[in-house]
């Protein structure tokens, strides 16, 4: 700044420092080491001497300046109030402005010499004004206190301009450059006040035009000296001291000449009067909104079209002093990959800030002379980039180049860059005024975007990889626009929020209250008991509990093996803790909006544009549009006219479609949930779900990203790849919502059709296997459930920090990922046994697949479990009306607690099949076990028998025994008056005592044998039809014991509910009472034969049927009702088909109001055939299925058999199908001997060779005899307890049934005996095989009672 005033006093004495450079001498030829006498050769050494002479030069000039102002500058700051000090030279060089100023004014000469004395001093006086308006003294500007620094600049600016109007004296760059600077700072300031008046707006107008007249001095004087001429070349055209002193300067300080920062000014001047006169227009009520571009109407303000011009000007003129090799290495990466996504130069960065200023508000602008401006700016650069450098515009072409892409582009490419690298300190600057601009006004610019889509279709793909890039980029750093999108996406009315926010509070109220309750008492135990055993509190002790979610991070880093329960809370309460955080969100953005709306000018259209943007992006059809040109498979087109070249869109598609799989996941947030169909009527998913290219897409992105998620790492590794991790878990989240939305509406055959492969070497390219998805799936889930699992407080995280943002989304997706395996699990179970579309195991997680806990269960919460409901519980009608038999997820909460890892208490009621089904059995027999504990303590009834010995009225009921008498010719209604009555206690242990057919009590003593027997009866005969039994030879029940038919048989040979007692409201207590039968059968893990039809059991396990599961009970009329999707609209016609259906006999019922009346039509056909199937599999029956449903819940709690699927609930019941008659080399790996037997003994022999030759009826006959029960334990004869054992017994015996020693050949043969209850076979030694097969098989075809043998 002190070479300035020199500069200035040079100047106005005409003295040239540089007198005399151009001569040279002998000795520096000399020095050269030229010896040649050619022309050619000594003009060369010339040079070169000449060159070296300069060096010379520059580096002591260089030296010197620096000397010189630091020793000013030295001066300046430590001076004494003599007038060194900053604030005396502030006041003299006030005194030299004004003096020259009033000189200038009163000069009226007209004459030569008095105008170049005139252009002088306009020169020195704005070099003098440039180091007056230095930051170093601009404190000291004014000594008024009327008057502030801002105000005096502008007065002393505005006389500058008004001797410039009648001057044009070149002045000096570098004081030009510090003009524009603080012109282009006043200008801003001013118009950020939003209170402009008409004298200061014609201020201003002033002020431009003295901008326009700088401008044009720092451009006429960078375009007189090339960039590549250098420095000598700079030295040898310049006369000013201060040029060559301060270029020297700053290329010492960097090789490449920097861009100053008044460059930046000019783009940010032009962005704050784009807004003001935006604002204005509004506020005249001229524009609706700020997006109306179709107008040519506008009153053009000729600062805007003026500053518009500079900044092209601008960006040209940084592209044409890029330096050469910058030009070749961009060039170069054109076409080596991801690196020229990351690279973009500094005129590139001015296209970038130029479009976000334009895409703001380019109504202020008539759109003609816009597209003629921008057409004339990209010709000119095109033409440049072609020819190296010119700057003359081409105007040979007068078509008009659709701008708005190529500015989108280079947008979405300055946002890249900055996402993924770190910017130089020139770059650093551009990319900070862009994020300044996009983060105030980034609804605008999108808005902008989205509203041109179908406009353009010339530079069609351009366009479209560029979009998902700023897409993206804004709904990350924009809240309310995301949340606004995602609602909207979740078929909200978001404008709704902005008019009435009561019902939000609301909701948002209850959802709090509920989400906070829930959260709080998960730790409690449930029955509020203080009696938990010693082990059950030194686990809870060395459980830490979260308090804080800081707390958390801390506990992540120091313990990876204990988690308390509050920390593992389950999937559903996961599931109310996301939902509610949504809810917040909503809240929180509608109050934020509602505020807005009450302002003024900026805020309003702020708020309109996020509206209206995220209507059009939320309803789908936008995204869809876009997604169809990401992922539909075509070659890039590329325009005749473009700056971009092949190779480089190539990379650019890829790059957007990486970017738009997690724009779509913010979208989508709302939408993702643990409960498929939750958002069934969404918009978005709607779209997007049935289009196969985008679920292809997205499937592609996500099978990628599988390897990321599991990987293992350290905690540092995982921050430092968060961003990847992040996108990785929104892409697997939005597929996850995605798919489990499609799957909804596809039926079965379709599925194998598109997502089942039968041989692995078919064409599986371009197409999602099922198999894949649950692979990719277990891996995702395994790391998120058991390996590293998902705590509660990463989903109240409120941090946005990037650690935060990672475990919000991995807890999100565990949310989805779950939804999307229970879908796919749900077809798999359903599919079972006619087609396998992945093997069992791909659904177990390695270690529960290998891992056996021998002590799994805490003991006193699964009692308190078992019985959680009041013994005095009433069945209204209202209750045995209602189709949806869910008890909620407390019922699951209470059974997570019952176990005592609390890792494998989340998987096992969320995601239970990810262990195998045998130790699920194990897990589910432990919890019986727990509860057997209580109910048949034998000690306790002991206590109770010897403290009631004096009491004659008390017998064992009230401790762990009941003791039932029943005649097998009333068999069915003996139970039903003895047993039913129970209800609950009906888990306690039963012991039952036969009356026979005569009327004489039968001398056997029920040990569990007799009960076995008793119950399986039982079951026979209430559960099979009569015909059924007819058919297969059974005897007919005896009159005193007639039942109707409680259920009846499906075309599959399968047992539901019988519809035609569905008005017999005296038939729901037998209901009742059957539910309690079958579940003390699967109480005392005893195996029935009844097969139950699988929507039977999908409603016991508390699931809604589909049109899918109608198959499973009626294939023939699933078959015709699916034709109907298929029909013309006249052959529908013609069935003359109504909206209603039979229901039992001869029971017509309507499917809607008025149904009778509404005929079926091609257009309606859909939702006959889903009410059709809703009203069969749900709501037929439903009073009926209640009712068992409720007996059977009093024995076996809902949660604990939702550990199954349906088929698996059948084995429970049942056993495996898959086994016919027995496995006979199973049942003899276990089989013990007594009484002198040994499996090497020829009878033992005989004995097996036997049993194998049977056939399966008798095999089952054959179990029934020696332990009771007819078909084989579910987990093999290895888990039948006591052990089957077989003994010796005497051949022989007399009438009065005593041994007859073995040798006598009188006496009769006996037969063989068996006592069901230690399950041991009595054989007598037979002395052939022969006699062995006759004499057993006659005894396990008689069928005889139990009686002394």
Not at 79 to 87: A, I
Not at 619 to 643: A, Y
Request: a negative charge; charged letters at 20%.
């Amino acid at each position: 700044d002190i070479i300035i005033i020199l500069d200035a006093t040079i100047q106005h004495n005409n003295i040239n420092m540089f007198d005399g450079s151009h001569r040279t001498n002998k000795r520096e030829i000399n020095y050269s080491g030229a010896s040649s006498s050619s022309r050619t050769s000594r003009k060369a050494n010339l040079t070169l001497a000449r060159q070296q002479r300069l060096a010379r030069a520059q580096a002591k000039a260089k030296l010197n300046a620096s000397i010189v102002i630091q020793r000013c500058w030295r001066g300046v700051r430590t001076g004494n109030g003599d007038g060194t000090g900053r604030k005396g030279i502030a006041r003299a060089l006030d005194g030299r402005f004004q003096t020259i100023v009033t000189t200038d004014a009163l000069n009226d000469s007209s004459s030569t010499d008095d105008a170049n004395q005139h252009g002088s001093s306009v020169a020195i006086l704005a070099t003098l004004l440039a180091f007056r308006l230095s930051p170093a003294l601009s404190s000291f500007y004014t000594s008024s206190n009327d008057i502030s620094v801002e105000e005096y600049m502008r007065q002393d600016l505005l006389k500058m301009e008004k001797l410039l109007t009648t001057n044009t004296q070149q002045i000096s760059p570098i004081a030009a450059r510090r003009l524009t600077s603080v012109t282009l700072l006043l200008l801003r300031q001013s118009v950020s006040r939003r209170n402009m008046g008409k004298e200061e707006e014609e201020e201003n107008k002033r002020m431009i035009s003295l901008l326009n007249y700088l401008l044009q001095t720092i451009f006429s004087s960078t375009n007189n000296t090339a960039a590549s001429r250098g420095v000598v070349d700079d030295l040898l055209q310049s006369n000013r001291p201060s040029d060559y002193y301060m270029s020297i300067l700053r290329r010492g300080q960097d090789k490449r000449q920097s861009k100053p920062a008044w460059m930046i000014n000019l783009f940010l001047c032009l962005r704050d009067y784009v807004i003001f006169h935006r604002d204005i227009n509004v506020d005249n009520g001229e524009k609706a909104t700020a997006m109306d571009v179709d107008d040519d109407k506008v009153s053009n303000p000729y600062d805007l079209e003026l500053l518009l011009k500079w900044c092209c000007k601008t960006v040209l003129h940084l592209a044409s002093t890029s330096d050469q090799q910058d030009v070749a290495t961009a060039a170069a990466q054109n076409l080596q990959g991801d690196d020229v996504l990351s690279t973009i130069l500094q005129y590139q960065q001015g296209i970038a800030l130029l479009a976000s200023i334009l895409f703001i508000a380019p109504s202020v602008f008539s759109k003609s002379w816009l597209d003629t401006e921008l057409t004339q700016f990209l010709r000119s650069l095109t033409q440049m980039q072609r020819q190296g450098g010119a700057v003359d515009a081409v105007t040979s072409d007068k078509d008009l180049i659709p701008w708005s892409p190529i500015f989108t582009h280079y947008l979405s490419c300055a946002i890249m860059c900055g996402n993924n690298s770190t910017p130089s300190n020139n770059d650093q600057i551009w990319s900070t005024a862009l994020c300044e601009t996009l983060n105030n006004h980034e609804c605008s610019v999108l808005h902008h975007i989205v509203m041109q889509a179908d406009v353009y279709h010339e530079q069609r793909d351009l366009y479209t990889y560029s979009v998902p890039v700023i897409l993206q980029y804004t709904l990350q750093r924009h809240h309310d626009l995301a949340t606004l999108t995602t609602f909207a996406a979740r078929g909200e009315n978001i404008l709704s929020w902005i008019e009435d926010n009561k019902t939000s509070n609301s909701e948002t109220s209850v959802a709090d209250a509920a989400a906070t309750a829930a959260y709080a008492t998960d730790g409690m135990d449930v029955d509020d008991d203080d009696d938990d055993d010693e082990e059950e509190e030194s686990l809870r002790s060395q459980s830490v509990s979260i308090q804080q979610p800081s707390q958390q991070r801390d506990k992540r880093s120091t313990s990876t093996s204990r988690y308390s329960r509050q920390d593992l809370q389950t999937l559903p309460k996961l599931d109310a803790l996301y939902q509610t955080k949504s809810s917040r969100d909503k809240k929180t953005t509608t109050d934020r909006l509602r505020a807005l709306s009450r302002g003024a000018r900026g805020s309003q259209i702020e708020v309109q544009c996020m509206i209206s943007l995220a209507e059009k992006v939320g309803k789908g059809q936008w995204m869809l549009s876009l997604s169809n040109s990401l992922f539909t498979p075509t070659t890039p087109q590329l325009s005749s006219f473009g700056l971009v070249s092949s190779s480089q869109l190539l990379l650019l598609q890829t790059r957007a479609q990486e970017c738009y799989p997690s724009a779509l996941s913010s979208v989508l947030t709302s939408c993702s949930g643990s409960k498929a169909g939750r958002n069934a009527a969404s918009p978005l998913l709607a779209k997007l779900a049935f289009h196969n290219p985008s679920l292809f897409g997205l499937w592609e992105c996500s099978s990628q990203n599988v390897p990321l998620l599991t990987r293992s790492q350290s905690s540092k590794a995982k921050i430092a790849n968060s961003p990847q991790l992040v996108t990785a878990c929104e892409v697997f989240s939005s597929f996850c919502d995605l798919f489990s939305h499609h799957l909804l509406a596809v039926d079965d055959d379709e599925f194998l059709e598109r997502y089942f492969s039968p041989t692995n070497g078919g064409n599986t390219q371009g197409k999602i296997l099922a198999s894949d998805v649950v692979l990719s799936l277990k891996k995702i889930l395994n790391d998120l459930y058991w390996v590293n699992p998902v705590l509660a407080a990463d989903i109240s995280e409120t941090n946005t920090d990037a650690e935060s943002i990672l475990r919000f989304q991995r807890a999100r997706l565990l949310i989805s990922g779950t939804k999307l395996w229970n879908s796919l699990h749900e077809r798999w179970c359903r599919l079972y046994r006619n087609v396998q579309f992945c093997d069992e195991n791909s659904w177990w997680f390695p270690f529960l697949a290998g891992q056996h806990d021998s002590n799994p269960i805490i003991h006193s919460q699964v009692t308190t479990f078992g019985d959680q409901n009041d013994d005095d519980e009433v069945m209204d009608e209202s209750s045995v009306e209602s189709v949806d038999v869910d008890e909620g997820d407390a019922g699951g909460d209470a059974l997570a607690s019952s176990f005592r890892d609390p890792k494998m208490a989340r998987v096992l009621t969320a995601i239970p099949q990810a262990m195998p089904f045998s130790r699920r059995v194990n897990l589910f027999q432990s919890l019986i076990d727990s509860d057997k504990l209580l109910m048949q303590d034998e000690e306790a009834t002991f206590r109770h028998m010897m403290m009631n010995l004096d009491n004659p009225e008390q017998d064992g009921e009230m401790g762990g025994r009941v003791r039932v008498t029943i005649h097998r010719d009333a068999l069915y209604s003996d139970s039903m008056n003895t047993l039913n009555p129970l209800g609950k206690k009906l888990r306690k242990k039963v012991q039952v005592t036969f009356v026979n057919q005569h009327g004489a009590t039968e001398a056997g003593i029920d040990g569990g044998g007799v009960f076995k027997e008793f119950l399986d009866d039982l079951i026979k005969d209430a559960f099979i039809p009569q015909a059924t039994k007819n058919e297969s030879g059974e005897e007919e029940q005896s009159s005193d014991d007639n039942h109707p038919d409680f259920f009846s048989v499906t075309p599959l040979q399968t047992l539901q509910v019988n519809l035609d007692s569905d008005g017999d409201y005296s038939a729901l207590s037998h209901y009742e009472f059957l539910g309690r039968v079958l579940g003390k059968a699967i109480y005392e893990s005893i195996l029935v034969d009844p097969q139950l039809a699988l929507p039977f059991l999908n409603k016991l396990l508390g699931k809604q049927n589909s049109l899918d599961d109608l198959k499973n009970m009626d294939p023939e009329f699933y078959k015709h009702i699916k034709s109907l999707r298929y029909m013309s609209a006249q052959d529908i016609n013609s069935l003359g088909l109504t909206f209603e259906t039979t229901a039992g006999k001869n029971k017509t019922v309507e499917l809607i109001p008025g149904g009778s009346n509404i005929l079926v039509t091609k257009e309606n056909v859909i939702q006959y055939i889903h009410l059709v199937s809703h009203q069969r599999m749900n709501i037929a029956g439903s009073r009926q299925t209640h009712a068992f449903l409720h007996g059977f819940r009093d024995i076996i709690p809902a949660p604990w058999v939702r550990l199954f699927s349906a088929y698996e609930f059948q084995k429970l019941i049942s056993g495996d199908d898959a086994v016919q008659g027995i496995d006979v080399q199973g049942m003899m790996n276990v089989t013990r001997y007594s009484g002198g037997l040994h499996p090497s003994q020829p009878i033992v022999q005989w004995l097996w060779e036997v049993v194998n030759e049977m056939n399966s009826e008798q095999q089952r006959k054959f179990l029934k005899f020696m332990t009771s029960c007819s078909r084989q334990p579910l987990l093999g004869f290895k888990s039948l307890a006591p052990a089957p054992c077989v003994q010796q017994t005497r051949l022989r015996e007399d009438n009065r049934g005593v041994d007859i020693a073995e040798e006598s050949p009188i006496g009769n043969i006996r037969l063989p005996t068996s006592s069901t209850c230690m399950n041991l076979l009595k054989l007598p030694k037979y002395t052939s095989k022969e006699m062995l097969r006759d004499k057993l098989l006659y005894a396990i075809e008689a069928a005889a009672g139990f009686e002394l043998s």
